[in-house]
């Protein structure tokens, strides 16, 4: 059975004294004491399992261990574990599908400082902190996207949000779950519904709950894209900008908001991405001779930073549009 297997020549340690055979088709020569350090269920493999007569197969004179897992996620885990370098830098970008992997062997085998370095680096896409990238309305959404993959050292694709839902569900970090299921709202319905395959050909899905929370929120979403602009040009509001005497006059808020309600927002309809960011960058151009091009200098900027403010207020609120009650608790 032996020559049938592939040895991943990656993780094929010459000194190594562990045979790992993954799927019956692909073979990696590891160190035993270490992996049995970095993981529990491991060393509980070593320890205690008694060999079995008819798996007493050696490779290269090493002890084999079968694991029903597939060659791509096991290889991501075991380099994570034996060529940690690019692991562990959050120099480097790691593409999303390798940390996902990693969390979901990690998480299996028990490696539990593998499982926290992999969960912290998702983490830090998802769960903003000061000076988190999702928390620039100053920036378009590209550059903010840019931003955050190098803030955080990871590749993601609005589409990898369905499966970091799943992982944030696996390992029980749900604070990363208000940014990833908003994510979840950018890929096309059908998508959403059907799930995104993996490199393993496993399908990730979203649970019927979670499919359901971003089908609730996105109707209230698109509203706040326009509300974030209209409350700040509320006089009554309790956010309305500080203008000077001029622009107070002329033109003043209470025209701005109108022009707003009657000329800019009928027929608007924003992409979920303009949700977060600052009108001045968005997407879709709010109109020539519209609102800021009417303040003077210091009005202007005083105004963009107040709509710059509503949008981190709404990023805030995610918990309640997508119905996720007592994250703290
Ligand atoms: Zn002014």
């Given at each position: 059975?032996?020559?049938?297997?592939?040895?991943?020549?990656?993780?094929?340690?010459?000194?190594?004294?562990?045979?790992?055979?993954?799927?019956?088709?692909?073979?990696?020569?590891?160190?035993?004491?270490?992996?049995?350090?970095?993981?529990?269920?491991?060393?509980?493999?070593?320890?205690?399992?008694?060999?079995?007569?008819?798996?007493?197969?050696?490779?290269?004179?090493?002890?084999?261990?079968?694991?029903?897992?597939?060659?791509?996620?096991?290889?991501?885990?075991?380099?994570?574990?034996?060529?940690?370098?690019?692991?562990?830098?959050?120099?480097?970008?790691?593409?999303?599908?390798?940390?996902?992997?990693?969390?979901?062997?990690?998480?299996?085998?028990?490696?539990?400082?593998?499982?926290?370095?992999?969960?912290?680096?998702?983490?830090?896409?998802?769960?903003?902190?000061?000076?988190?990238?999702?928390?620039?309305?100053?920036?378009?959404?590209?550059?903010?996207?840019?931003?955050?993959?190098?803030?955080?050292g990871i590749a993601f694709e609005a589409?990898?949000?369905?499966?970091?839902?799943?992982?944030?569900?696996?390992?029980?970090?749900?604070?990363?779950?208000?940014?990833?299921?908003?994510?979840?709202?950018?890929?096309?319905?059908?998508?959403?519904?059907?799930?995104?395959?993996?490199?393993?050909?496993?399908?990730?899905?979203?649970?019927?709950?979670?499919?359901?929370?971003?089908?609730?929120?996105?109707?209230?979403?698109?509203?706040?894209?326009?509300?974030?602009?209209?409350?700040?040009?509320?006089?009554?509001?309790?956010?309305?900008?500080?203008?000077?005497?001029?622009?107070?006059?002329?033109?003043?808020?209470?025209?701005?908001?109108?022009?707003?309600?009657?000329?800019?927002?009928?027929?608007?309809?924003?992409?979920?991405?303009?949700?977060?960011?600052?009108?001045?960058?968005?997407?879709?151009?709010?109109?020539?001779?519209?609102?800021?091009?009417?303040?003077?200098?210091?009005?202007?900027?005083?105004?963009?930073?107040?709509?710059?403010?509503?949008?981190?207020?709404?990023?805030?609120?995610?918990?309640?549009?997508?119905?996720?009650?007592?994250?703290?608790?």
């Amino acid at each position: 059975m032996a020559e049938t297997i592939h040895r991943d020549p990656d993780l094929w340690l010459e000194d190594g004294n562990l045979v790992i055979v993954a799927s019956s088709t692909t073979a990696f020569r590891v160190y035993r004491g270490l992996l049995g350090r970095v993981s529990a269920v491991f060393k509980d493999t070593f320890e205690f399992t008694a060999p079995d007569p008819r798996e007493m197969v050696e490779i290269d004179d090493c002890p084999v261990v079968r694991v029903p897992d597939s060659p791509v996620e096991m290889g991501h885990f075991l380099r994570a574990v034996f060529r940690p370098g690019a692991f562990i830098s959050s120099q480097d970008t790691l593409p999303f599908a390798t940390v996902a992997a990693v969390i979901r062997v990690a998480h299996k085998y028990q490696a539990q400082e593998v499982l926290a370095a992999a969960s912290d680096r998702l983490e830090s896409f998802l769960i903003p902190g000061p000076g988190h990238w999702i928390d620039s309305p100053a920036l378009s959404w590209e550059d903010r996207w840019t931003l955050g993959q190098r803030q955080c050292g990871i590749a993601f694709e609005a589409q990898d949000a369905i499966e970091a839902v799943n992982l944030a569900r696996l390992v029980d970090r749900p604070r990363m779950l208000p940014v990833a299921l908003y994510l979840c709202c950018f890929v096309d319905p059908v998508r959403l519904r059907d799930g995104v395959a993996r490199a393993d050909g496993v399908v990730e899905k979203l649970s019927d709950e979670d499919f359901a929370r971003c089908m609730r929120a996105l109707p209230a979403l698109a509203v706040e894209c326009h509300a974030t602009v209209s409350r700040s040009l509320n006089e009554r509001g309790s956010v309305s900008p500080r203008l000077c005497s001029d622009c107070k006059k002329s033109p003043g808020l209470n025209v701005m908001l109108h022009e707003y309600l009657d000329n800019v927002m009928p027929g608007r309809i924003c992409p979920l991405s303009d949700l977060l960011v600052r009108v001045d960058r968005r997407s879709v151009p709010v109109g020539t001779g519209w609102p800021w091009t009417k303040f003077c200098t210091a009005c202007r900027a005083c105004w963009l930073q107040v709509v710059g403010e509503e949008c981190v207020k709404i990023r805030k609120r995610f918990d309640e549009f997508f119905a996720l009650k007592d994250l703290d608790a």
